[in-house]
T-cell receptor, first 113, second 113 residues
Framework: KAGVTQTPRYLIKTRGQQVTLSCSPI?????VSWYQQTPGQGLQFLFE???????NKGNFPGRFSGRQFSNSRSEMNVSTLELGDSALYLC????????????FGSGTQLSVL | GESVGLHLPTLSVQEGDNSIINCAYS??????FIWYKQESGKGPQFIID?????DKRQGQRVTVLLNKTVKHLSLQIAATQPGDSAVYFC????????????FGGGTRVLVKP
């Protein structure tokens, strides 16, 4: 089985722009979660989608949004980028039950200049 | 999350020795705990998990211990190998929170040949 695929691998944007990151979960997985990883704050939960519905949400401003498609692929969007949004954005998938093993992708490294 | 990067605790261990990585968690409602390993340039990789109705669980060369009384989790790696060099994260969640994991700050393990 192919693993979790995230695209693009690297991204450079400037302040004020918006960005869309993509995640393809493992085949058959219906849950997709997004995490932000920074040296200062570590790994922080953004949101989780299951069957095209947001099931959980972290403590991030409304500039961070996401969605899930009928094929379970997910996208997250960050609008009005700030320097502090520079981070590794990780996507994880699972079959969908609660407290199940998460499989992470390699992430998208976003740099905001 | 806690600070990582420059302030990341580091465990230096001789190849072949056993390693013990500790983690203190904060949410007394958490009942599902997981250890992840993250190598440079990759996303976190699941190592082992444990639920709150257990205090010990063993995998291949790894053992997780849970002490709910003092909210402490540990990961023991037997016969540490060079491939074990990575950053290790503990994560916790109440089952009701689904895949909304709270991660610890991480511990860097360096295996000396």
């Amino acid at each position: 089985k192919a693993g979790v695929t995230q695209t693009p691998r690297y991204l450079i944007k400037t302040r004020g722009q918006q960005v869309t990151l993509s995640c393809s979960p493992i085949s058959g997985h219906r849950s997709v979660s997004w995490y932000q990883q920074t040296p200062g704050q570590g790994l922080q939960f953004l949101f989780e989608y299951f069957s095209e519905t947001q099931r959980n949400k972290g403590n991030f401003p409304g500039r961070f949004s996401g969605r899930q498609f009928s094929n379970s692929r997910s996208e997250m969007n960050v609008s009005t980028l700030e320097l502090g949004d520079s981070a590794l954005y990780l996507c994880a998938s699972s079959s969908g039950g609660v407290s199940e093993k998460l499989f992470f992708g390699s992430g998208t490294q976003l740099s905001v200049l | 999350g806690e600070s990582v990067g420059l302030h990341l605790p580091t465990l230096s261990v001789q190849e072949g020795d056993n390693s013990i990585i500790n983690c203190a968690y904060s949410n007394s409602a958490s009942d599902y705990f997981i250890w992840y390993k993250q190598e440079s340039g990759k996303g976190p990789q699941f190592i082992i998990d444990i639920r709150s109705n257990m205090d010990k669980r063993q995998g291949q060369r790894v053992t997780v211990l849970l002490n709910k009384t003092v909210k402490h989790l540990s990961l023991q790696i037997a016969a540490t190998q060079p491939g074990d060099s990575a950053v290790y994260f503990c994560a916790e969640t109440p089952e009701a929170a689904g895949n909304k994991l709270t991660f610890g700050g991480g511990t860097r393990v360096l295996v000396k040949p």
